[in-house]
């Protein structure tokens, strides 16, 4: 029993050893918002009757190593429980990646049989083979100079689709927004889809009434083409923990927040 004793704590250690401890406790730690105040005891308060998205500085990320995330939150006392989200934002090349650049739709590799031109909101594609005698988009998106190995993930182009047509073998798409550029006949474009974000800590719940522990790791690349929560996605060189705060819209919450760490690991 004494051997097995010194083997936990010499474990125990190494890990502290191989372990770096962040605390992101002040506000230059993160980015700044409008409802957001540190108010002492590291206790941060966020407020307002509307959605708030806050977020950390961004790291640097190795899915070798383990990040393992954790934070105390509760309603404010007296005040109204918001529904929250925690978890993180993958970062690539300095931009945020949403769902929708790194899902790409199964067999809906097309390309332009007409030129897109800068613009226009209109986009004629060869059918793929996704589409049956129905249409049924599910609120997809068309990106463009896609690759059949997605190796373009994640891919920034996406823009959502309003409609389509079927013409015999074409397919007519209206977008909701304007060609920001011309694509010539023959770009290869795909269908890509919006989804849920990283909330690998807490995911549409009420804010709780006493101080509860949140944790969760990330570690690891999520594999092509799939946004998990645990796992940094497609092309993210940084990450950023993500906290989501009153998405219900009610009105007087006040969500704290407090001892918010990082603990990264071999």
């Given at each position: 029993?004494?051997?097995?004793?010194?083997?936990?704590?010499?474990?125990?250690?190494?890990?502290?050893?191989?372990?770096?401890?962040?605390k992101?406790?002040?506000?230059?730690?993160?980015?700044?918002?409008?409802?957001?105040?540190?108010?002492?005891?590291?206790?941060?308060?966020?407020?307002g009757?509307?959605?708030?998205?806050?977020?950390?500085?961004?790291?640097?990320?190795?899915?070798?190593?383990?990040?393992?995330?954790?934070?105390?939150?509760?309603?404010?006392?007296g005040?109204?429980?918001?529904?929250?989200?925690?978890?993180?934002w993958?970062?690539?090349?300095?931009?945020?990646?949403?769902?929708?650049?790194?899902?790409?739709?199964a067999?809906?590799?097309?390309?332009?049989?007409?030129?897109?031109?800068?613009?226009?909101?209109?986009?004629?594609?060869?059918?793929?083979?996704?589409?049956?005698?129905?249409?049924t988009?599910?609120?997809?998106?068309?990106?463009?100079?896609?690759?059949?190995d997605?190796?373009?993930?994640?891919?920034?182009?996406?823009?959502?689709?309003?409609?389509?047509?079927?013409?015999?073998?074409?397919?007519?798409?209206?977008?909701?927004?304007?060609?920001?550029?011309?694509?010539?006949?023959?770009?290869?474009?795909?269908?890509?889809?919006?989804?849920?974000g990283?909330?690998?800590?807490?995911?549409?719940?009420?804010?709780?009434?006493?101080?509860?522990?949140?944790?969760?790791?990330?570690?690891?690349?999520a594999?092509?083409?799939?946004?998990?929560?645990?796992?940094?996605?497609?092309?993210?060189?940084?990450?950023?923990?993500?906290?989501?705060?009153?998405?219900?819209?009610?009105?007087?919450?006040?969500?704290?927040?407090?001892?918010?760490?990082?603990?990264?690991?071999?």
């Amino acid at each position: 029993m004494k051997k097995f004793i010194l083997g936990v704590i010499a474990a125990a250690a190494v890990f502290s050893l191989n372990a770096e401890v962040i605390k992101l406790d002040k506000p230059e730690n993160w980015e700044k918002h409008g409802n957001v105040k540190f108010v002492g005891d590291n206790v941060i308060e966020i407020s307002g009757g509307i959605i708030t998205e806050w977020r950390s500085k961004p790291f640097a990320v190795d899915p070798a190593k383990k990040y393992v995330f954790s934070a105390e939150i509760r309603t404010k006392p007296g005040a109204v429980a918001g529904i929250c989200y925690l978890g993180n934002w993958s970062i690539a090349k300095d931009r945020l990646l949403l769902p929708e650049h790194v899902m790409a739709v199964a067999k809906s590799d097309s390309k332009l049989l007409e030129p897109a031109v800068a613009g226009s909101r209109t986009v004629v594609i060869a059918k793929p083979a996704c589409i049956g005698s129905k249409i049924t988009f599910r609120h997809w998106g068309l990106a463009f100079n896609s690759k059949s190995d997605m190796s373009d993930l994640p891919n920034f182009s996406y823009i959502p689709i309003v409609k389509g047509q079927i013409d015999g073998d074409k397919l007519i798409l209206t977008l909701r927004r304007n060609l920001p550029r011309n694509y010539a006949v023959d770009t290869p474009v795909r269908f890509q889809i919006p989804h849920m974000g990283m909330y690998g800590g807490l995911s549409g719940k009420p804010a709780p009434a006493e101080w509860k522990k949140i944790t969760w790791t990330v570690s690891g690349r999520a594999k092509i083409s799939t946004n998990h929560a645990l796992r940094w996605w497609q092309g993210a060189d940084k990450g950023a923990i993500r906290i989501i705060a009153n998405y219900n819209h009610q009105k007087n919450t006040v969500l704290q927040v407090r001892n918010v760490t990082m603990t990264i690991t071999d």
